[in-house]
């Protein structure tokens, strides 16, 4: 699965060069690894982007939602969501996706495999919420690809998505299945 995973060299100039940009591309790493063929701009545009917030967890599950991958979001309890976000929680509410509690790193990796990713979001040492894939672990770290060192041990990242304003949240993905 990691090997399978796009690089960061492959992350399209577009998405690359916009501030913020974290959250677009993981929605579109997700995309890649899944298979599916979406334009730069309809990603930045589902996912809601704005300069001045970037992208929003629940938001990222919409996206995905819409590019017809299954996603599930689980969260802190969000006691004071901007505008955008409640917009982003009614249409969620709408496709059935639900808001699921958060989960420990132990229990988020068991849900983690070949057909099953996770995207995270957590602090970076520049004191910025960043979203990150997590896609497994290694040497008994982390892997967060597009993270300042690509891993993490898992006592930094509770640290790191535990701090102060900064919600325990993350979007399950993985293939729809077929229905008979």
Same mark, same amino acid.
């Given at each position: 699965?990691?090997?399978? =995973?796009?690089?960061?060299?492959?992350?399209?100039?577009?998405?690359?060069?916009?501030?913020?940009?974290?959250?677009?591309?993981?929605?579109?790493?997700?995309?890649?690894?899944?298979?599916?063929?979406?334009?730069?701009?309809?990603?930045?545009?589902?996912?809601?982007?704005?300069?001045?917030?970037?992208? =929003?967890?629940?938001?990222?599950?919409?996206?995905?939602?819409?590019?017809?991958?299954?996603?599930?979001?689980?969260?802190?309890?969000?006691?004071?969501?901007?505008?955008?976000?409640?917009?982003?929680?009614?249409?969620?509410?709408?496709?059935?996706?639900?808001?699921?509690?958060?989960?420990?790193?132990?229990?988020?990796?068991?849900?983690?495999?070949?057909?099953?990713?996770?995207?995270?979001?957590?602090?970076?040492?520049?004191?910025?919420?960043?979203?990150?894939?997590?896609?497994?672990?290694?040497?008994?770290?982390?892997?967060?690809?597009?993270?300042?060192?690509?891993?993490?041990?898992?006592?930094?990242?509770?640290?790191?998505?535990?701090?102060?304003?900064?919600?325990?949240?993350?979007?399950?993905?993985?293939?729809?299945?077929?229905?008979?």
């Amino acid at each position: 699965m990691i090997e399978d =995973f796009p690089t960061i060299l492959e992350i399209p100039k577009k998405l690359f060069r916009i501030d913020g940009n974290c959250g677009p591309v993981s929605a579109w790493a997700a995309l890649q690894y899944f298979k599916k063929r979406v334009s730069q701009n309809r990603i930045i545009s589902a996912c809601h982007y704005t300069e001045k917030h970037g992208v =929003f967890t629940i938001w990222l599950a919409v996206a995905l939602h819409e590019f017809g991958l299954a996603v599930r979001f689980l969260s802190d309890p969000d006691r004071n969501p901007k505008d955008i976000e409640k917009i982003g929680y009614r249409v969620a509410q709408k496709y059935g996706i639900k808001v699921e509690p958060a989960i420990q790193p132990n229990e988020l990796l068991k849900t983690i495999d070949r057909e099953t990713i996770a995207i995270v979001f957590y602090n970076t040492d520049l004191d910025q919420g960043h979203f990150s894939p997590l896609i497994g672990t290694r040497n008994g770290k982390l892997v967060l690809p597009y993270s300042e060192k690509g891993m993490m041990s898992k006592v930094e990242f509770v640290k790191r998505s535990s701090a102060s304003d900064i919600l325990r949240q993350c979007v399950l993905v993985s293939r729809k299945s077929a229905t008979p």
